[in-house]
């Protein structure tokens, strides 16, 4: 192909005791999945169908690190999430077929401008400003499903300079794994190479130049990033 520039990089996680690499198509997010958040989100609790948003693949931090204090905000949230990827996809995949496409699983940090998500509801405008920013998706290594089996529950936590800020089993999530594949695909052509973040429990804030975020999730690779000066 005789590109005009340069084409960019492939956007990539690393897979846990393997060389190969997992490239990231689309970076899928689920809003609103854990009830206790909602609450302190002020939303009400009703089943409504999930929330969804995309961030763009290159927004990808691979294994954490240190991460620039993103510009344009001054409340710059941490959401620890469960992320699942995609090896295979599809329009209308049923939940009880959606398992089979799961490639494996990570930790992952939905980094969020805390201050422009509430502007956009306030004012019925996107959430793109608070949602959708270079560096807002760190994604720790990827566990094949193989190694872990499909997970329904077990801890996912978080914590800021080592304390406690986010504690939950993942069977509380509202939408499970298999449902959200199958919700995303009435949407969406699911394919190979699709993230999809699975939402965050209750107890997200704000992180300052400095800290140091941890993100567990059971049988994964803990992530750890580290909040550096501003960028630019
Ligand atoms: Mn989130």
Redesign the pocket.
Known sequence: MNYAVSPPPQAYLDITGSDEKFPVRRIY?I?KNYTAHIIEMGGDVERDPPVIFQKPADSVVRNGGDIHYPAYTKNYHF?G?MVVVLKSGGYNIKTEDASSHIFGYAAGL?M?RRDHQAGALENGLPWEMAKSFDQSAPIGPVTRVEETGVITDGNLSLTVNGDVKQDVDMSLMIWKTDEIISKLSEQYELKAGDVI?T??PAGVGAVVTGDIINVHVDGLQDLRVRITEPAG
């Open positions: 997010c809003g959401e999430e939905d969020t973040m939402g965050t």
